[in-house]
């Protein structure tokens, strides 16, 4: 329960990105789209992703997020790690005034 704070902050808020696109921050942006992630996406995902022959998003989520392959898995966490850490230094950055994000 320790991101439910995050959550309610950005239902409060918005659920934009906060990279500044209209998108929605999901974990389908984070992991495929997200600008701010790009450069921890090539090192960590981008191996994956060029193989995987759908472009669907949620065909894209299952293959990653499957964890039949420990690679896989080990590169998806690595990358989330990355991700959750360059958030919160990118919220501490921008000056986003909500409690959860730092806890992140």
């Given at each position: 329960?320790?991101?439910?704070?995050?959550?309610?902050?950005?239902?409060?808020?918005?659920?934009?990105?906060i990279c500044g696109s209209p998108s929605v921050e999901n974990?389908?942006?984070?992991?495929?789209?997200?600008?701010?992630?790009?450069?921890?996406?090539?090192?960590?995902?981008?191996?994956?992703?060029?193989?995987?022959?759908?472009r669907d998003p949620i065909h894209r989520l299952s293959y990653?997020?499957?964890?039949?392959?420990?690679?896989?898995?080990?590169?998806?966490?690595?990358?989330?790690?990355?991700?959750?850490?360059?958030?919160?230094?990118?919220?501490?950055?921008?000056?986003?005034?909500?409690?959860g994000d730092l806890h992140i």
């Amino acid at each position: 329960m320790r991101f439910l704070p995050t959550y309610k902050c950005l239902q409060e808020l918005s659920q934009t990105c906060i990279c500044g696109s209209p998108s929605v921050e999901n974990i389908s942006h984070i992991l495929f789209d997200c600008q701010l992630y790009a450069p921890i996406r090539l090192e960590y995902l981008s191996p994956f992703l060029e193989r995987t022959v759908h472009r669907d998003p949620i065909h894209r989520l299952s293959y990653l997020l499957s964890g039949s392959n420990v690679y896989i898995v080990r590169k998806v966490a690595k990358f989330v790690t990355k991700a959750a850490a360059l958030r919160t230094q990118y919220v501490e950055q921008i000056g986003v005034s909500c409690k959860g994000d730092l806890h992140i």
